[in-house]
């Protein structure tokens, strides 16, 4: 399984399914994160936390514990 967060700089990736409950899963579902939106990773801060991606048109900088319930194609 492959994860957001295992993506690298300039991927454009689709989400798979959101793994994970309550108020984590619904954080990142409220961010634009649902089931087959395309996600591309602009940067990645240097020690990989966070994750700054744009997901339907805006930027999003997303920490690594939430990046890693996304999984990705």
């Not at 700089?9 to 793994?19: N, P």
């Not at 591309?40 to 999003?60: F, M, N, Q, S, W």
């Amino acid at each position: 399984m492959k994860t957001l967060k295992d993506a690298k700089i300039g991927d454009t990736v689709k989400v798979v399914k959101l793994h994970g409950e309550g108020p984590l899963k619904r954080r990142v579902m409220d961010m634009g994160i649902t089931k087959g939106v395309e996600i591309y990773v602009r940067k990645v801060a240097p020690l990989g936390d966070p994750v700054e991606i744009t997901v339907r048109g805006y930027e999003l900088s997303l920490r690594r514990m939430d990046a890693e319930i996304v999984e990705i194609a």
